[in-house]
């Protein structure tokens, strides 16, 4: 029996003050303090794609504090890292493929003396052409971009994924009514607030490397970068510092730092400190994957959806990273319906852009903004509202998904009570001000569903528990503090499984030495699977320790309760004694304190056709929004938000709708304008000058529905939260754009640029 | 290294000036600048401060001017109630960057950036404002029509020995208003596309006389100056439907990004600019 005492609290966060304050360290900061480190610096080329023809580095060499200058034949081990696959070189050999692929490596007493040493490389290059348009990548006959493509026949193809359920065609020669329409959507950065940057340090005792940078997946790192570092997994200990922002990019862009660090302070033996600045961040590092997608959709004069066939391309940039962009876009294609026949299809494909990486939502927000967008196309096609439209077509407990998995109430399925709720609600139900006739205001919404985890085969999360004779609890997890409230989340699930009050629960996270496998800190996982494995581990610890307490309580070990660090028989809660006897009684009884908590979801199944189970349970939600449109000028000004989303249960209400807040709030930049633009194979825009996020006064008061339907398998019914809230953000503006002006734009973001060109194309269509 | 200065007075500035020349970098707020030094855009031989030269930032009334220092902040434009009257100024200095920016960044700097899209310079041009520039040899007084090279951006026509002290903006007298209409990508911390100044005269329910200042649609900032004697003689009514339909001839744009929505927002802009120097001229009659 557990008591929820902290489970579902509004505490603060454990890092907020600290980070408020500046008392929190992170990664830089220890360079601030440390004066043994090495500087480095790397030289990036001013081309997208070109031949090195030579490189000369003896000026480097001989400029004084210079230490070393690496380039690709001075290596210890391979010359390929990568979190799936180790192939992005760690520096340039014959060809840079984009703006980030390092050419030479310097390390140097000083940060002047290292920014000197790279201006003094000089490299020859043969500029070849930069490939923009993955469309045009695709075709067969297009020029290869890897020489040896490993992962598909078609050369320039990074992964291919296809769900076919049903028969697609019979629906479409039956359908009343089909909506055909092409989306596109943006390169985006993740725009962190904290550069990438890595320490590393030689361990001359063991022959390892120590690696401190902001990292969401300390395990992984060992992997990733063991072949570059000529070293087993094993001798390489990682520890993420706090993060200073990641939104899935530092899965990947901190090894680029990480290994760049690696390589020189294993030639050196000295440690390295590397950073990058913000234009190599933005020219350099991972991205949100641009999307062209061609969406049809086939439907009775009903409403009922019958059947959709989708294509989408994606940009994979110049490497693989994490390409599970294919899978995920196939996967939401159809949104969070119930459809019969389904034929979705997608490809990433290599152009010489930046790669595309993990980003919130990993896909799922480009599949949904198709759909969505179509719905309020079918919507409008049938004179339909839009909100009955999608309660005639949601996933309800029985239906199947298009990849064939069955939804069940038990595992939350709040969707429908997520649009009743912001349907319903008074404000978004208020009369609009249409009285400027340059001002348009409209409505819109737009639903989703977000699995909670990878739903590969690896996922699962160990951790390590420990007992203190003092009652009090140490955890070990590989999890790292990106800033989404894990530590207090995990505390809170701690403290009330162990019945120990909170302060008794602390954290070793983050680093590699201190905990297991608890797999990246990514996918809305951490809360469920990593929560889940504390609590199984703790459970063992309380069952060991039941069996202590019990000749003590003079009662069976079933009937002995853990709360409010005290041991007591069930309904003898005044007679108990102190938890930290009972574990000093264990410590001095042969019973071991420590154990190995672990959590693996219901195991993916596929069955082919892209068909079988994916994530164990969904995020479902529904964001409504209010828009004023100036036709004038077509500045877009999101006037309300209201995001409704079923998370199961609320660990910490707090965090929860923080993240739900920051997902609309990214969600309204990724709507209204962030993009890179690319020519060549280089980015036009590498400084926040010209690259725009959102300022405060951009974002409306964003309000927030916790819905909860509880998932049996989640810790305390938990499912992720961590992503879903930026799904559905740009579909509901663009379909409030849609509602105020009765302009379809269905390519993101909706500048005012674009506005008013798809204003004037109206015009002249009509 | 450069040799760095913080004069106390005016004459010991304009000396500096006179010694080095171009090779005197002038710092004020600083919020150019320093990111120019920092970029490593310009290495100059000497760095000399002028915020804090007597006078500098005064903001006063006198002889059918208002007088701002060369120092003045924007914060210190928005807070003085001298400046208040100008709602089209008040307009600009609002939008004009962020609240950090505007308490180190100046008037005076804003104009020597010669930035095609600067929000105060843009306004202060509409204003038909002049600058005084003192150099050991004496002073002159420039019109802002006159003070910008326009032949490129970011030149002004200042020698080298110049220091800019002060702006003198025309008062505002009865019947006057004036306006100002910025659009750019987003809602604040954005460099506009489009920036129109208005400054207009209301007479007997017509224009009498009117200035407009187009911005980011040149390298420099230019009058509308077709449109300025076009109106004259309108009532209100008829002058906002005349430039709503009247493309600025003097906006003459470049080939880039921007420049269809330019063409089909710019009308627009400048009518309400219009729109708002009306209002507020009528407040004044």
């Known amino acids: 029996m557990v008591k929820e005492k902290y489970v579902g609290q509004r505490l603060a966060r454990t890092d907020s003050l600290a980070k408020a304050t500046g008392a929190a360290k992170y990664t830089g900061d220890i360079w601030m303090n440390r004066r043994d480190m090495l500087y480095a610096k790397a030289l990036f080329p001013p081309y997208g794609h070109a031949r090195i023809l030579s490189i000369d580095t003896s000026e480097a060499e001989a400029l004084d504090g210079v230490v070393t200058v690496m380039t690709a034949d001075d290596l210890p081990g391979k010359n390929g890292y990568g979190g799936m696959v180790p192939d992005k070189p760690v520096i340039a050999k014959d060809e840079v493929l984009y703006e980030g692929d390092p050419v030479a490596l310097v390390a140097a007493e000083t940060k002047e003396a290292a920014e000197r040493a790279v201006k003094l490389i000089k490299v020859e290059y043969e500029p070849l052409e930069g490939y923009d348009d993955p469309a045009f990548m695709l075709d067969p006959s297009s020029p290869m971009l890897h020489k040896d493509n490993p992962f598909h026949k078609n050369h320039n193809i990074s992964d291919e994924q296809i769900i076919r359920k049903g028969d697609v065609e019979k629906a479409f020669k039956e359908a009343d009514v089909i909506i055909d329409n092409w989306y596109k959507t943006p390169l985006v950065d993740h725009a962190y607030m904290e550069p990438d940057v890595a320490i590393a340090q030689y361990d001359p005792i063991q022959g390892g490397i120590t690696i401190w940078s902001p990292q969401h997946a300390v395990q992984l790192a060992k992997r990733a970068m063991s072949d570059a570092f000529g070293m087993p997994q094993s001798r390489i200990h990682v520890c993420s510092q706090l993060v200073g922002g990641g939104f899935g990019g530092k899965e990947d862009s901190t090894f680029d730092v990480s290994v760049v660090a690696g390589v020189l302070s294993i030639r050196t033996k000295r440690p390295v400190y590397f950073e990058l600045t913000r234009d190599e961040v933005f020219k350099g590092t991972g991205k949100r994957h641009p999307s062209l997608i061609h969406h049809q959709l086939a439907a009775d004069k009903s409403g009922k959806i019958l059947g959709i066939k989708v294509e989408t391309i994606i940009d994979k940039g110049a490497y693989k990273s994490i390409d599970a962009i294919p899978s995920r876009t196939t996967q939401y294609a159809g949104g969070p319906y119930s459809i019969d026949n389904a034929l979705t299809h997608s490809w990433s494909v290599f152009t010489d852009h930046p790669y595309g990486c993990a980003f919130r939502g990993l896909g799922s927000p480009q599949a949904h903004f198709a759909m969505e967008c179509q719905m309020d196309e079918l919507a409008h096609r049938l004179n339909m509202d839009p909100v009955e439209l999608r309660l005639k077509n949601i996933l309800r407990d029985g239906d199947t998904t298009i990849w064939g998995q069955p939804m069940m109430e038990e595992r939350g399925l709040g969707l429908e009570e997520c649009i009743r709720r912001v349907t319903s609600d008074p404000k978004f139900n208020e009369p609009l001000d249409n009285s400027d006739p340059r001002i348009r205001r409209g409505r819109g919404i737009a639903c989703f569903m977000y699995g909670t985890g990878t739903g590969s085969a690896t996922d699962g999360a160990h951790v390590m528990v420990q007992a203190q004779p003092d009652g009090s609890i140490n955890i070990g997890v590989s999890a790292s503090e990106l800033g989404q409230g894990f530590l207090i989340a995990m505390k809170q699930i701690a403290a009330d499984t162990m019945g120990v009050s909170i302060d008794k629960v602390y954290l070793d996270y983050a680093d590699s030495a201190a905990s297991l496998e608890s797999g990246a800190t990514v996918a809305s996982r951490t809360t469920v699977l990593t929560g889940n494995a504390i609590v199984n581990g703790l459970e063992k610890l309380k069952e060991r320790f039941a069996a202590v307490a019990a000749p003590m309580l003079k009662t069976g070990k079933e009937n002995v309760v853990f709360f409010d660090n005290k041991v007591f028989a069930k309904g003898l809660e005044n007679e108990g004694v102190p938890l930290s006897a009972v574990i000093a009684k264990a410590f001095s009884s042969q019973v071991p304190l420590g154990a190995i908590g672990s959590w693996y979801p219901p195991m993916a199944a596929p069955k082919g056709d892209g068909l079988g189970d994916k994530m164990h349970t969904y995020a479902f939600g529904c964001q409504g929004v209010q828009v004023a449109v100036d036709i004038e000028t077509g500045e877009i000004t999101v006037e309300d938000a209201l995001l409704a989303c079923d998370i199961g249960k609320a660990i910490n209400p707090d965090t929860v709708e923080g993240q739900f807040e920051g997902g609309m709030a990214q969600a309204i930049g990724w709507a209204l304008m962030e993009e890179h633009f690319m020519s060549n194979g280089r980015m036009k825009n590498h400084t926040f000058h010209d690259f725009l996020i959102p300022t405060a006064k951009d974002i409306p008061n964003l309000r927030t529905i916790i819905v909860e339907h509880p998932n049996v398998l989640g810790p305390f019914g938990a499912k992720g939260v961590g992503e879903p809230p930026i799904v559905p953000g740009a579909p509901a503006i663009r379909n409030a754009v849609y509602d105020a002006i009765g302009v379809a734009i269905n390519e993101i973001p909706m500048t005012p640029v674009r506005v008013m060109e798809a204003i004037k194309k109206s015009a002249e269509k009509s | ?285």
């Not at chain 2, 913080?6 to 020349?21: D, I, M, N, Q």
């Not at chain 2, 401060?49 to 007597?54: A, D």
């Not at chain 2, 005076?108 to 404002?129: I, S, V, W």
């Open chain 2, 1 to 285: 290294m450069s040799e760095y200065y913080r004069p106390s007075t005016k004459a010991e500035a304009v000396g500096l000036l006179g010694k080095y020349g171009k090779d005197l970098l002038v710092v004020n707020g600083g919020t150019d600048a320093v990111l120019s030094i920092v970029e490593g855009k310009v290495q100059p031989k000497a760095i000399m401060q002028v915020s804090q030269l007597p006078d500098f930032h005064r903001i006063w009334r006198d002889g059918g001017f208002l007088h701002i220092g060369g120092g003045v902040t924007f914060r210190e434009l928005m807070e003085s109630e001298e400046v208040a009257p100008y709602h089209g100024l008040m307009e600009a200095l609002g939008h004009l960057a962020s609240p950090a920016i505007r308490v180190i960044g100046t008037a005076a700097g804003n104009l020597c950036t010669a930035a095609p899209a600067a929000d105060c310079a843009a306004m202060l041009y509409a204003l038909k404002a002049s600058v005084v520039l003192e150099s050991a040899k004496g002073e002159r007084v420039v019109d802002l029509a006159d003070f910008y090279d326009t032949a490129s951006s970011y030149k002004t026509v200042m020698e080298g020995d110049e220091l800019l002290t002060e702006i003198r903006v025309p008062v505002l007298d009865k019947g006057e208003g004036t306006g100002y209409c910025r659009l750019s990508r987003r809602k604040a911390q954005d460099i506009a596309k489009v920036i129109i100044g208005v400054r207009l005269a209301l007479s007997n329910g017509v224009i009498s006389s009117c200035s407009v200042a187009l911005g980011a649609l040149n390298a420099t900032l230019v009058h509308g100056t077709e449109t300025e004697k076009a109106v004259v003689g309108m009532s209100g009514d008829k002058a906002i439907e005349y430039v709503r339909n009247s493309w600025p001839v003097e906006a003459r744009l470049h080939k880039s990004y921007f420049t269809e929505y330019k063409k089909s927002v710019v009308c627009a802009a400048v009518a309400r600019a219009f729109e708002k120097a009306l209002e507020n001229a009528g407040g004044n009659v």
